[in-house]
């Protein structure tokens, strides 16, 4: 099988805290057209490593390229230019703003005209109609004139899920997307990302700890443990592999010791 040029690669990415390394010389390649779960107990440096791509903490050594370019040393919203677009509970909202103009803001900015309000009637018409897009495939178009503040929880994650896809990111990061979710929503931000994946030029990253959810989605599964990647592969496979089961049940450094 000829692999793709990976979209996005961490090389030995590291970061110390002091004397706590919390990521550990990470080296993954992901790929257009593959989501990948990336699980691990409490502390193992999931969201801390996600913070090194997305750019809200910057490595103490080794590097990120998108698309080949290092991208390491880039602020947050310079990533985002680069196409690395991540899922933020609830602060990418403008919470007193209704969902379509919160999304026509999202595919304003998208289309290089910043966040600004207001513009001629005919480029708004124009935004308007993508923002409208970006309704129905999020299916929040009943919704389009409620208050974003005024939405349950779980609309309001559709709303960040709808955001996100209006800033057609080549690269998406969410992490623990269903979190606080009731039951009956979760199917639908689950259904929304599984539709991102079957994009072939989209590359997905997922943190979650639920595993009916890594067992929906994910196509590869990354185990990071105490900071390292302690596992990379078919999620079948990682997951039932002895050293997993054991970091699981908490007893690799018993065992090691
Ligand atoms: N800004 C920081 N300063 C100091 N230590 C930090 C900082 N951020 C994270 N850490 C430490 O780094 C380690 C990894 O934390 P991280 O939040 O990435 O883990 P996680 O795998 O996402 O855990 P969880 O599943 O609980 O969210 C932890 O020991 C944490 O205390």
């Not at 440096?45 to 390229?65: C, M, R």
């Not at 304003?108 to 009637?121: D, K, L, T």
Request: hydrophobic content about 40%; charged content about 20%; proline content about 5%.
């Amino acid at each position: 099988m000829i692999m793709s040029v990976p979209s996005l690669s961490t090389r030995e990415l590291t970061i110390r805290f002091g004397g706590h390394v919390a990521v550990n010389a990470v080296s993954c390649d992901f790929h257009p057209g593959e989501l990948t779960v990336i699980v691990g107990p409490n502390g193992a440096g999931k969201t801390t490593y996600f913070n090194l791509i997305s750019g809200q903490l910057t490595a103490s050594s080794g590097i990120v390229t998108k698309d080949g370019t290092d991208i390491t040393r880039l602020s947050p919203s310079a990533r985002a230019g680069q196409g690395i677009g991540r899922a933020f509970q609830l602060t990418n909202l403008f919470p007193q703003l209704t969902v379509l103009e919160n999304i026509r803001l999202a595919v304003q900015a998208r289309a290089g005209q910043g966040w600004r309000m207001f513009r001629p009637v005919s480029q708004f018409r124009g935004l308007t109609e993508k923002a409208e897009h970006y309704l129905e495939r999020t299916r929040l178009t009943a919704l389009a004139h409620q208050t974003a503040a005024n939405l349950p929880h779980g609309d309001q994650r559709k709303l960040e899920v709808a955001l996100l896809m209006a800033m057609e990111p080549d690269i998406y990061m969410f992490d623990e997307p269903t979190a606080g979710m009731s039951l009956d929503h979760a199917p639908d931000v689950l259904d929304l990302i599984a539709g991102i994946k079957s994009d072939p030029t989209k590359t997905v990253l997922l943190v979650e700890h639920k595993m009916d959810v890594v067992r929906a989605l994910a196509d590869r599964i990354i185990v990071l443990h105490n900071g390292e990647l302690l596992a990379d592969g078919d999620p079948a496979e990682v997951m039932s592999s002895q050293i997993v089961r054991d970091v699981y049940l908490g007893n690799a450094t018993e065992e090691t010791a």
